[in-house]
């Protein structure tokens, strides 16, 4: 049977900065959908890479005395490995600098040149090096000497006074974007987000320069050799490399993944994924993803995060203290996916104490220790009516409720799901009472149900947080005798409620999630 096709992507990210906790958010939560994807049986493609072309970075190369090259291969370690650190699990790395991306760039814009979209001009406005974005001067603000500044970063920008640029017909598509937001109204999310995007369409669309002739760190275009593209021009059809598009051997794989599912960005970048990016694809003929998610920024004491604000946390520094899955269920499950998000170290801990170890973790080592106690290491045989219990009824609304969030990318609310299970286990615990139960022969039954009860509360519990906490879910299932929750093929029937087979070993071990010191923890981070 050949399985349905996913795909998913983060931005690619410039390389004038080590990857921080922004770029890990994204990239995290790609990550979570992939797998939950690959966990209902899909086959999945999760492209992620770096942008390395453009003005920004042949200046950084230029500041850190090397070529844009060298810079660029000095700096993909870095990404790569805090990519690793974090389990991310993608399949393809596209580098803007390979081989591959060229012939993309190539043929596309090669494409939109013979169809008559490129026209020569020239290009009279102002350009923000740091966001490289062009701005006309109605959209500049003014620093406090009265010299214009970048609306977004407020850096200075630089006059491009009659630069020869090939510009793109994007004007063309005013009312063909509009038409397709109101027909796809999915296609921007969250609702939030297209509302912006609309009545930026509406206020109307320029032409967009999408060469550069004063500098050649960039693609050259085969029509015209002078010219190199614009790094947003380059950057987006990296989405496109990522599955193979203009290479022959993998044309099918191509045809089978694009559209993208979804495309999963920050709020800075949503105008160029929902109005650039659609527009250059009407224009070149191929199908347009399904949906962008342009997400909200995480922001330190009222702030956005950003390496160029000094205000950037390492991932390493994070996960040193707290572990990969507490990360990453940190970010996933206490900022709402879509909205700003203030973080901090004091939450990070308050949430990892609250939820992993002492509800998450203490299940799981309560429960497995009673098995030994109780019942010589082995999943007791339950009662032919243990369906008719408590944590059974919950359990199916629970998990309807995970599935739906996930779909939904929703991540707080799928972690929300899997956590109310896990206190309702442990309530459970404390009504049944097992060490009572355990002192009277006659209640040997009712013992070995509430701890199969409760021991099939962990095997779904691990596979619903398995997305978010990649290792300690698959050692929760371990411990109880469970396959590990990324070789299920199908998750759904796999969240059906009496599957965990009696008889098998259960094995105790250390905490999942040693209880973590507030105190010591924010005296590191001085
Ligand atoms: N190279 C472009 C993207 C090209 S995609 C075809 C770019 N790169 S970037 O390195 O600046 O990365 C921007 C992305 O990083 C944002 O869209 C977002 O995904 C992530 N974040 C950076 N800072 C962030 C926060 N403070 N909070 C959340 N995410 C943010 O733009």
């Not at 994007?170 to 999310?189: A, C, G, R, V, W």
């Not at 008719?388 to 939904?408: G, L, R, V, Y």
């Amino acid at each position: 049977m050949t399985k349905e096709h996913f795909y998913i992507t983060t931005p690619i990210y410039y390389v004038n900065a080590a990857p921080h906790l922004g770029t890990a958010y994204t990239t995290i939560a790609a990550d979570c959908v992939a797998r939950f994807q690959r966990m209902n049986g899909k086959d999945v493609r999760f492209v992620t890479g770096s942008d390395e072309h453009g003005q920004k970075i042949a200046d950084t190369a230029a500041k850190n005395g090397t070529t844009p090259i060298e810079w660029c291969d000095s700096q993909i370690p870095a990404f790569k490995d805090a990519w690793e650190m974090l389990d991310i699990t993608y399949s393809e790395f596209v580098r803007t600098s390979s081989k591959a991306q060229e012939k993309s760039v190539q043929k596309l814009w090669q494409d939109l040149y013979d169809r008559g979209y490129l026209y020569k001009g020239s290009y009279e406005g102002w350009y923000c090096v740091h966001e490289e974005t062009y701005y006309a001067e109605s959209d500049l603000e003014k620093d406090e000497e009265g010299n214009f500044v970048c609306p977004e970063c407020k850096r200075p920008v630089q006059k491009a006074s009659g630069e020869e640029n090939w510009f793109f017909k994007l004007s063309d598509f005013q009312e063909k974007l509009l038409e397709y937001y109101e027909t796809h109204p999915d296609f921007i999310l969250p609702v939030t987000r297209k509302n912006e995007i609309v009545s930026f369409v509406k206020s109307g669309l320029k032409d967009l320069s999408i060469s550069r002739s004063t500098f050649d760190w960039g693609v050259p275009f085969t029509f015209d050799e002078g010219h190199v593209a614009y790094v947003w021009a380059d950057a987006l059809i990296a989405y496109l490399t990522g599955i193979g598009f203009a290479d022959e051997a993998r044309l099918d794989e191509f045809n089978n993944f694009w559209p993208a599912n979804y495309h999963f960005v920050g709020k800075d970048i949503t105008r160029f994924h929902c109005v650039i990016w659609p527009a250059m694809l009407m224009a070149a003929g191929l199908p347009i993803p399904e949906h962008v998610f342009g997400h909200g920024f995480l922001l330190t004491k009222g702030e956005k995060m950003s390496k160029s604000k000094g205000n950037a946390l390492s991932p390493k520094e994070l996960v040193n203290i707290f572990g990969v899955d507490a990360y990453r269920y940190y970010f996933m499950s206490d900022v709402q996916f879509g909205a700003d998000g203030s973080i901090s170290i004091e939450r990070m801990c308050q949430v990892y104490n609250a939820d992993l170890a002492n509800t998450w973790g203490n299940l799981v080592s309560r429960v497995t220790n009673m098995t030994k106690k109780y019942f010589d290491f082995k999943v007791p045989q339950p009662s032919s009516d243990a369906i008719n219990n408590p944590m059974a009824e919950m359990t199916s609304k629970t998990c309807q409720t995970f599935i739906d969030c996930m779909d939904a990318v929703d991540f707080s609310g799928a972690t929300k799901a899997a956590m109310e299970l896990a206190h309702r286990a442990n309530l459970y615990i404390e009504e049944s009472e097992p060490w009572t139960l355990a002192k009277d022969e006659s209640k040997a039954q009712q013992l070995a149900d509430v701890i199969y009860n409760t021991l099939e509360a962990i095997r779904l519990i691990a596979l619903m947080l398995a997305p978010f906490c990649t290792r300690t879910s698959v050692e929760a299932s371990r411990r109880i005798g469970a396959a590990s929750p990324f070789e299920v093929e199908d998750l759904k029937s796999s969240l059906v409620w009496g599957q965990l087979k009696a008889g098998s070993s259960v094995e105790i071990g250390d905490a999942l999630f040693p209880r973590l010191e507030e105190d010591k923890i924010l005296a590191v981070e001085d």
